[in-house]
């Protein structure tokens, strides 16, 4: 069955830390994935989008997500978190004709 | 330059009452998803709509829940005789085009309380 993943459904960091969320999908063909952001109380805010040419993908605020072909995964990075990316992360991947999203990872940095 | 509009933001009701959200897409948007979020769940699609036509229902339950997109005014999704477990946010999103090519816009949801 289509889907997308996330391993992780609550991290902690402290600012500065490091940040890598995982996102897997199941799907043969060929798939556009987004990162989206979810800040409280707030709407989605799309923070970047693959959809073919260079697997490293830059999106907004700093983040980035590489996809993996040969591993299913799209996983989204930053270098140094700040206070401000508190907010909940989803994956999400255009699989036939709708966007199934993942469950959601919160992410809470400690000031 | 209106984002996506969804109203109401808050909507209660009881039990076996009927529950209307409506949808606004952005201007020129033509095609609208419909998702719903509970906590530890992610979000749920539930249809997917262009004007007039249900393209996508396969995330809707078979009882009670049904949408709308027509050719003049919102999208409109619709619970009849709610129970509890409706209870949940709702979001509803527009792209001008198939997915495939442009990524959704987000309203910012409406949170059905069902007492």
């Known amino acids: 069955a289509q889907s997308v993943s996330q391993h992780n459904h609550h991290v902690i960091l402290s600012e500065a830390a490091s940040l890598e969320l995982g996102c897997n999908y199941s799907y043969g063909g060929t798939v556009n994935l987004f990162w989206y952001v979810q800040y409280p109380g707030q709407h989605l805010q799309l923070l970047l989008k693959y959809f073919s040419g260079d697997p490293l993908v830059k999106g907004i605020k700093g983040f980035e997500a590489e996809f993996i072909k040969s591993k299913f995964s799209f996983n989204l990075r930053k270098p140094s978190v700040q206070w401000s990316d508190t907010a909940e992360y989803f994956c999400a991947g255009f699989l036939d004709d709708k966007i199934i999203f993942g469950k959601g990872t919160r992410l809470h940095i400690l000031p | 330059n209106a984002g996506v509009m969804q109203n109401p933001r808050h909507l209660v009701r009881r039990r076996g009452q009927e529950a209307r959200l409506r949808c606004s897409p952005m201007?020129?948007?033509?095609?609208v998803y419909w998702y719903r979020q509970l906590p530890e769940e992610g979000l749920k699609f539930m249809v997917y709509?262009?004007?007039?036509?249900?393209?996508?229902e396969s995330g809707m339950p078979k009882e009670r829940f049904s949408a709308e997109f027509p050719k003049e005014g919102p999208s409109i999704l619709r619970i009849q005789q709610v129970v509890r477990g409706d209870s949940a946010a709702y979001f509803c999103a527009s792209s001008p085009n198939s997915v495939y090519n442009s990524p959704l816009h987000f309203g910012n949801g409406t949170r059905l309380t069902v007492t």
């Open positions: 201007k020129g948007h033509s095609h």
């Open positions: 709509l262009q004007k007039e036509n249900i393209i996508d």
